[in-house]
């Protein structure tokens, strides 16, 4: 991890200027909101410590928070996404992959774990977001259909961005 600091704090910064700039302007009748920051939290190596883990994702939370004005909701939402990383981590990838300390991209995972794993962090973050947002069950099914529609989004975003970077998948 310290000898590709320069490579994560430029990911970083990029993720939230795209995620604050470009991405919380869109809006497609209130449903969808995107939220692709996260790619920073779910492309760090596997053998990244817990505590730098999680206070990297809290950085990346309140960094957006700062920006929205929203008080702790993204640093919230990435805290408990960083938090159950290593599960999810677990629940989709071979234990070799994972103590190899492999960065987990689509061309280490392959497409299928990479789906699995992207489909179920970006659906358990904009759970957490959407709900800790509304702080009501009152709209439930509304509140599950804005999650699911900006998690499908998101997640459409999250592959493109994979296939443009790691071209040479196999």
Same mark, same amino acid.
């Given at each position: 991890?310290?000898?590709?600091? *320069?490579?994560?704090?430029?990911?970083?910064?990029?993720?939230?200027?795209?995620?604050?700039?470009?991405?919380?302007?869109?809006?497609?009748?209130? /449903?969808?909101?995107?939220?692709?920051? #996260?790619?920073?939290?779910?492309?760090?190596? &596997?053998?990244?410590?817990?505590?730098?883990?999680? *206070?990297? %994702?809290?950085?990346?939370?309140?960094?957006?928070?700062?920006?929205?004005?929203?008080?702790?909701?993204?640093?919230?939402?990435?805290?408990?996404? *960083? &938090?159950?990383?290593?599960?999810?981590?677990?629940?989709?990838?071979? !234990?070799?992959?994972?103590?190899?300390?492999?960065?987990?991209?689509?061309?280490?995972? *392959?497409?299928? %774990? &990479?789906?699995?794993?992207?489909?179920?962090?970006?659906?358990?973050?904009?759970?957490?977001?959407?709900?800790?947002?509304?702080?009501?069950?009152?709209?439930?099914?509304?509140?599950?259909? !804005?999650?699911?529609?900006?998690? #499908?989004?998101?997640?459409?975003?999250?592959?493109? %961005?994979? &296939?443009?970077? /790691?071209?040479?998948?196999?």
């Amino acid at each position: 991890m310290i000898k590709d600091f *320069g490579k994560y704090a430029i990911m970083f910064v990029v993720l939230v200027l795209v995620q604050v700039l470009i991405l919380n302007n869109i809006q497609f009748s209130g /449903f969808v909101n995107p939220y692709v920051y #996260i790619l920073f939290i779910l492309l760090l190596p &596997f053998n990244i410590p817990g505590y730098l883990l999680l *206070g990297l %994702s809290f950085l990346l939370g309140i960094s957006i928070d700062i920006f929205n004005n929203t008080l702790g909701l993204h640093a919230g939402a990435t805290v408990l996404l *960083g &938090f159950l990383r290593p599960g999810i981590a677990n629940l989709i990838s071979s !234990r070799e992959i994972i103590e190899k300390g492999n960065t987990p991209n689509m061309k280490q995972l *392959g497409f299928a %774990s &990479f789906l699995k794993y992207i489909v179920i962090a970006v659906f358990i973050h904009h759970l957490f977001l959407f709900y800790a947002e509304a702080f009501s069950f009152g709209g439930f099914f509304h509140t599950l259909l !804005r999650c699911v529609l900006s998690s #499908i989004f998101s997640i459409v975003i999250i592959l493109a %961005s994979q &296939f443009i970077l /790691f071209k040479n998948i196999q």
